[in-house]
T-cell receptor, first 114, second 112 residues
Framework: DTEVTQTPKHLVMGMTNKKSLKCEQH?????MYWYKQKAKKPPELMFV???????INESVPSRFSPECPNSSLLNLHLHALQPEDSALYLC?????????????FGEGSRLTVL | QKEVEQDPGPLSVPEGAIVSLNCTYS??????FMWYRQYSRKGPELLMY????GNKEDGRFTAQVDKSSKYISLFIRDSQPSDSATYLC????????????FGSGTQLTVLP
């Protein structure tokens, strides 16, 4: 079963709020990713975790803070966001960071920042 | 010039038509090619995954890769209204999923 589960599906927050996005996969994948997608644009890579360690941070502002508690879970902590951060946030996973496996996406968390 | 070029459409076809979606790319190091289908307000769903040149078929979907021309295609036979979505091509060189480069996506509508 190829499934990446994201919660919540929708989130509305103010600029002073603190919230978290959660992602879970049970495919035994060792690499997990956060992407950001704006309307009518392709996904943009934010972070990559490989074997629970942060491998890539694509110069993402510190108001986004990723966390990987274990190999199945990935969180994205949000604080002091701006309205332009409103987007679809996608979690993805693959067998490994450097191998040739496919990348599987979750359904996304749609974030609106007021 | 973008590394991956994809006609954004929109593309409208009647039900039952054969649909051809295409991407061109400039980086000759790309070896792994993917097609994703994305319904409105949903995450991308992996449809096809191919390595190097050649064809791959899965039901009504056929993916073609021509590395000599740096051109990939996705064909949908007997298209259905449920195929209406945005189709994203994605590709990368070996070694790192970081280098996954997406096309801009083609919006497809299949009319009943």
């Amino acid at each position: 079963d190829t499934e990446v589960t994201q919660t919540p599906k929708h989130l509305v927050m103010g600029m002073t709020n603190k919230k978290s996005l959660k992602c879970e996969q049970h495919m035994g994948h060792r690499a997990m990713y956060w992407y950001k997608q704006k309307a009518k644009k392709p996904p943009e890579l934010m972070f990559v975790y490989s074997y629970e360690k942060l491998s890539i941070n694509e110069s993402v502002p510190s108001r986004f803070s990723p966390e990987c508690p274990n190999s199945s879970l990935l969180n994205l902590h949000l604080h002091a966001l701006q309205p332009e951060d409103s987007a679809l946030y996608l979690c993805a996973s693959s067998e490994g960071y450097s191998n040739t496996g496919e990348l599987f996406f979750g359904e996304g968390s749609r974030l609106t920042v007021l | 010039q973008k590394e991956v070029e994809q006609d954004p459409g929109p593309l409208s076809v009647p039900e039952g038509a054969i649909v051809s979606l295409n991407c061109t790319y400039s980086n000759s190091a790309f070896q792994y090619f993917m097609w994703y289908r994305q319904y409105s307000r949903k995450g991308p769903e992996l449809l096809m995954y191919t390595y190097s040149s050649g064809n791959k078929e899965d039901g009504r979907f056929t993916a073609q890769v021509d590395k000599s021309s740096k051109y990939i295609s996705l064909f949908i036979r007997d298209s259905q209204p449920s195929d209406s979505a945005t189709y994203l091509c994605a590709m990368r060189a070996s070694g790192s999923a970081r280098q996954l480069t997406f096309g801009s996506g083609t919006q497809l509508t299949v009319l009943p």
